[in-house]
Structure formats: structure tokens, C-alpha cells
């Protein structure tokens, strides 16, 4: 079935970087895009950037500029998404999406399951 | 930057009421590019509408999203007990490709 797979929880200094990947199956990976939304604990959604699997093409959203960087393997259908020079506030279960259809960017099913990464000194 | 505002924070309602949530825009959203997100405690969040009126795959049509310019919403007819959760709108017309999120309106039990 079409799933996405991602990596396992992290713990990281201040300072550090994080890389957490996004596994996907059951579907052709070069054809939807992949996103990365973010959640704080008890905060709301915060979209972070898609990458296009095809060309290795990104957006990012203006506040992780210079610091998030999303590539991808596509000898191994795996995104990535790694975010430098962590702080405190980073600290948020990250989820990958695929793109809703080949109409419409948005992400949308299937997700991954989450992975919480903590920023604690 | 477009900046989303979602009324009311909370909505407490019992099964079987109306659900009335409101999302506002800081300027005029492009195209119609306004979706609805659903997200239940400790899941990702599932599409429910696009395009500002689009149901989504699967959604069941006791959703219905309206609205244009800087005022969307997203109306529940009926309230199952599925359907508390908290609600999301997002815009993607502002900058190419670029996605922003509302706060987000929690719909719980009265």
C-alpha cells in the first residue's frame, strides 16, 4: 500500500543538526511531491517546505530559510529534511506528506508517522 | 506575507449541531487557494477541503467549505463523534508554492 515511512526520534545539543528521513513505497516516488509540516508540543501546524522527488527541486517557507535543507535518493525513494543550528523551539513531532494529487500540491495523504525530535541541552 | 486568523479558538457543541468555524485573511487569497485540514490527537492532519469548496477523496459531504477573498468557512452540517478534533485552514496562493497555516479552531464536546 502507498505509505510513508519516516525516521526515529532524535535528541540534539543546541546548536546541532538534525536529518530525519521520509521512506516512501507503494507508489511511484519521482511523481508527487513530498512536504514537511512541523508541530510544537501543544502548538498548532507549521509548514515547512516540498521538495519535487523528480528534479530534487525545493521551496522552503521564508522563516527556515538558510537553515533547512530537504534533498532526496531517489535510488532509494527517501526524502530528507535536515535542519541546522537547532534551538529549544525546535523541539516538534516532524511529519512528511506527499502531495494530494498530480492537480493539486497540497499535502495530503498518505503522511508519515512522525518524528519527534527534542532539543534539550 | 499572508497571515491566516481562525475564530472561534474553541467550539464546544454536542453530536448532532452544526459546527460554523471561520477563517480570515490578512489579504485576498488567490484563486480560491484555501484548504481545511482535520487532526485528531497524536495523528497528522487529514485534507478535508480544497479549492475552498472541494471536498477531498473520501470526505464525507456533511463538510462543506465556502468563502472568497479574505473570509472562508468550513461548515460541519451534523457533528459526529468523529468530528471533534481540531480544524486547520491554510492558504497556498499568496507566493507560489508556498503554504501557510491558520491557528487552528478546537471543536470539543459540551
Known amino acids: 500500500q502507498v505509505q510513508l515511512v519516516q525516521s526515529g526520534a532524535e535528541v540534539k545539543k543546541p546548536g546541532a543538526s538534525v536529518k530525519v528521513s521520509c521512506k516512501a513505497s507503494g507508489y511511484t516516488f519521482s511523481d508527487y511531491y513530498l512536504h514537511w509540516v512541523r508541530q510544537a508540543p501543544g502548538q498548532g501546524l507549521e509548514w515547512m517546505g516540498w521538495i519535487n522527488p523528480a528534479s530534487g527541486g525545493t521551496k522552503y517557507a521564508q522563516k527556515f530559510q538558510g537553515r533547512v535543507t530537504m534533498t532526496r535518493d531517489t535510488s532509494i525513494n527517501t526524502a530528507y529534511m535536515e535542519l541546522a543550528r537547532l534551538r529549544s523551539d525546535d523541539t516538534a513531532v516532524y511529519f512528511c506528506?506527499?502531495?494530494?494529487?498530480?492537480?493539486?500540491?497540497?499535502?495530503?495523504?498518505?503522511w508519515g508517522q512522525g518524528t519527534l525530535v527534542t532539543v534539550s541541552s | 506575507e499572508i497571515v491566516l486568523t481562525q475564530s472561534p479558538g474553541t467550539l464546544s457543541l454536542s453530536p448532532g449541531e452544526r459546527a460554523t468555524l471561520s477563517c480570515r485573511a490578512s489579504q485576498s487569497v488567490t484563486n480560491y487557494y484555501l484548504a481545511w485540514y482535520q487532526q485528531k490527537p497524536g495523528q497528522a492532519p487529514r485534507l478535508l477541503i480544497y479549492g475552498a469548496s472541494s471536498r477531498a477523496t473520501g470526505i464525507p459531504d456533511r463538510f462543506s467549505g465556502s468563502g472568497s477573498g479574505t473570509d472562508f468557512t468550513l461548515t460541519i452540517s451534523r457533528l459526529e463523534p468523529e468530528d471533534f478534533a481540531v480544524y486547520y485552514c491554510?492558504?497556498?496562493?499568496?507566493?507560489?508554492?508556498?503554504?501557510?497555516f491558520g491557528p487552528g479552531t478546537k471543536v470539543d464536546l459540551k
Open positions: 506528506g506527499r502531495q494530494y494529487n498530480k492537480w493539486h500540491l497540497l499535502p495530503s495523504t498518505p
Open positions: 491554510q492558504q497556498y496562493g499568496s507566493s507560489p508554492g508556498v503554504f501557510t
